[in-house]
């Protein structure tokens, strides 16, 4: 189930589609086709990651606000349409990308999950057209033989796992089990988890991939009550919600080991659960502190109350607009071409319209975005980052307790 109420999110995705075509046509009866460069989202309205998808549309949305107020790429506005991800049990991502394709966009920016993104990057691969993801976090990315259009602005979760995996053997565990759900993201980060834990002196005694579908988990609860662990790493999506009350109940419990969570779980649950349930668990997720644009991306959404991957989207946006003025064409080629050189090795800039000043000048740029210090690799990857970690209150909602900056070399 989501977090989220399906008819909010449908009125906050109206709104920003309102806010698209009076952006470029200068009022409401305007045709949307006055606008030149199109970006597309597939990015989650539902499924198991729909708690992500507010912060991340507030993400693009306030990218696409702030490009056009700044006087939009190549004198003309931009348009952002946006369609939903679903999550890997459905083809919604797929028939999302067959609209975007049919409607000419230049760019999409998504999705949240891994393994969603694998069923389209095929596709956008096909018609040449660039995907960027604010949230993909899959090493499995890196090499991808069809990747050439294929960027994300989120580090390689060879980055994430060795940071949880250092704040595991630092808080004193030495016993660690891994809880992973069965796609690209989830056992692509139990493995970065279990490798670095060995490294860094501890073992992994217990390494399960369960079906994310599953309604209950008493097999793998079972297996954990067997393992003698002192620690577990909880990589799921929103099936969360089910397999930590069954994880309490058999005194699986944060309070009688350490439980450690990931960016695909991490959220302020509130009341969802007993108070104090989750108090102690830590979490780490990717990104800088997302405070820099709180106050803006809430005036796009007043009802956010996560902010994950928000700063990775408004990146992500800036990117394909500053590419597309950099090469002087909004075409998905020129925005490829572009996006390595306008995140690197030239003058430092911070705003788009900044950064739009010095390319109309002539100048080489390199965009450092809110997320952090973004230099692509020619794979597409950033190769450093800050992973932030969280630990959970008395009232299930979790608090930064440090920010850790990581490269890959």
Not at 279 to 302: H, N, Y
């Amino acid at each position: 189930m989501s977090r989220f109420p399906r008819a909010l999110l449908a009125a906050a995705t109206a709104g920003a589609t309102l806010f698209a075509l009076t952006a470029c046509g200068g009022d409401e009866g305007s045709d949307e086709s006055d606008c030149g460069m199109k970006i597309g989202t597939i990015l989650p309205q539902t499924g198991s990651l729909a708690f992500l998808g507010p912060p991340e549309f507030a993400g693009v949305d306030l990218a696409v606000e702030e490009i056009n107020e700044a006087g939009g790429v190549l004198d003309q506005c931009v348009e952002v349409i946006h369609e939903d991800s679903g999550d890997t049990t459905t083809d919604i991502a797929s028939q999302s990308a067959d609209s975007l394709i049919a409607q000419g966009v230049h760019a999409v920016v998504g999705s949240a999950s891994s393994g969603v993104s694998f069923q389209f990057i095929d596709k956008l691969y096909g018609e040449g057209i660039v995907q960027i993801s604010p949230a993909n976090t899959s090493p499995d990315f890196t090499t991808y033989e069809r990747g050439d259009y294929y960027f994300r602005t989120a580090p390689s979760d060879v980055l994430q796992g060795r940071v949880l995996a250092d704040a595991i053997i630092a808080d004193g565990h030495a016993s660690v089990a891994i809880l992973a759900l069965q796609d690209a993201y989830g056992t692509g980060l139990a493995d970065s988890v279990e490798q670095n834990v060995v490294e860094f002196g501890g073992e992994v005694v217990m390494k399960t991939i369960y079906d994310p579908n599953a309604s209950e988990f008493s097999a793998e609860v079972a297996e954990l009550a067997a393992a003698d662990a002192d620690a577990v790493v909880l990589i799921t999506f929103n099936e969360f919600t089910n397999l930590a009350p069954e994880l309490v109940e058999s005194n699986l419990g944060p309070q009688d080991l350490g439980w450690y969570m990931v960016d695909g779980n991490l959220s302020n649950y509130g009341d969802q659960f007993p108070e104090g349930m989750l108090e102690g668990t830590k979490g780490t997720f990717p990104g800088a502190d997302p405070s820099v644009i709180q106050d803006r991306l809430l005036e796009i959404d007043p009802d956010l109350t996560d902010f994950t991957y928000a700063t990775e989207s408004y990146d992500a946006t800036i990117l394909l607009a500053l590419a597309a003025a950099a090469g002087d064409s909004y075409d998905s080629d020129t925005i490829k071409d572009n996006l390595v050189d306008v995140s690197r090795e030239g003058t430092k800039c911070t705003v788009y319209a900044e950064c739009l000043e010095l390319i109309e000048n002539g100048e080489d740029i390199d965009f450092d975005g809110t997320s952090g210090p973004i230099e692509f690799s020619p794979e597409g990857d950033i190769t450093a980052a800050t992973i932030g970690l969280y630990q959970y209150l008395p009232d299930n909602t979790y608090e930064n307790i440090d920010y850790i900056f990581q490269t890959l070399e």
